[in-house]
């Protein structure tokens, strides 16, 4: 059979699931990938790079499924853009498809369903045919010369996050510690030597959703329900806020993400800027950067959370197969070679050779990476933001204008919250 899958790379930094025979270990060994699934199935994948920017590509699916377009048998879609699609029925159920081994750990079944409503529904792919689910994880990087003109012992900090001790009070005062006002105007700005550099986007969603909180959690049939409004959220929310706007040494970036990004990398580079918030993908910026640096977890909330959590960017790309697939069992079949070899042969180079050899530039950071990759949490109101009423981007915003106190904000848009969510669920539930 003739696989033919959607695919796009443009948009931000992806890594293209074509592979090429380029000599870099990495695009070898997806090309190799592909050529072993091919030979070992009889199949030929033709994949398909749209030219389709990431921000569009729900719009240039839906447009092709709703047109009952029959030329893809599997797209690789963002997330944020092409996950909507599940709850229009443009994705086909695949929990009892044949071939798919949802018990190996080639498989992340818990966030797949976290993308879906019951028991019995699964529409996207997410596991090893390629390495965006590892890629894209949230992490905090800090400087390793810095920590040790401070306290002595550069691997300090790795101590501290062993011991369970690394958290928003650890992150604060440490911030304050390293803080200099360099340019001597009264203010903390980028021309100051920093604690930490935060973007008002990413890293206070991977801080608020690595510590713990929820907006949702599931019954006995899988329907996830409202769980926001308890006092350990609000009292994250309140806290983070003090976090990041009302923190010695901590600067609070309000630019564009893209933009924000770019400044806030540099200023690490730099070596004036203690901690940088990022996902693995983060160190591929920092190649010229002469000071060492290591990678540790999000930070929790407090020292009673009992695990360190990772998020993962919603930019990464997932695998659908098309409501009206003409070849589902082919597809699936050759998506769990994929998944397989992937797990076997890709994962481990990016992993082991690329990620932990190339980028950590210490062998304890191999152990923080480890711990990062096996934390992974998901809800589905930050996934669907809107199908729950915008719940997962309201603290942002709050902490945005200037304020922590989130329950009353959560009254106002609770009504409006479920109502939507029951929407999702009823479509969901309306899916054949």
Known sequence: ADINIWYTVNGTNYTDIAGEQTGDVLDDAVYSLNLAVQ??????????????????????????????????????????????????????????????????????????????????????????????????????????????????????????VEKGEWDYDMLARVSSDVYQDLNNDGKIDRDDRLGTVLCWNDDIMSLLFCSGARITERDKDGIPYIVMNSERTMNVISDLFTLAKKSDGIFYGDNEESVEAGLNSAKFVSGTSLFMFGQFTTAELLREMTDDYGIVPIPKYNKEQENYFSTVYEVMRFMALPYNCQKADAVCAVLEEMAFRGYNDVLPVYYETVLKNKYARDDISVRMIDMIRSNLTADIAVIYGSGFGGLCYAPREQIRNGSGEFASKFASMEKKATAESEKLIARFMDIE
């Open 39 to 160: 030979e070992n199935l009889n199949c030929k994948l033709n994949l398909v790079t749209t030219g389709c920017d990431q921000r569009n590509c729900g719009t240039e699916i839906s447009t092709l499924l709703l047109a009952d377009d029959t030329s893809y048998d599997a797209f690789f879609a963002t997330q944020w853009s092409g996950g909507k699609l599940v709850s229009e029925g443009l994705y086909l159920n695949i929990a009892d498809a044949p071939y798919l081994s949802f018990d190996k750990p080639w498989w992340d079944l818990g966030y797949m369903r976290e993308m879906s409503v019951g028991n019995n529904r699964i529409y996207t792919l997410v596991g090893d045919y390629a390495i965006d689910r590892t890629r894209y994880l949230t992490c905090v990087y800090y400087n390793k010369n810095l920590w040790n003109n401070f306290y002595g012992d550069p691997n300090g900090l790795y101590d501290s």
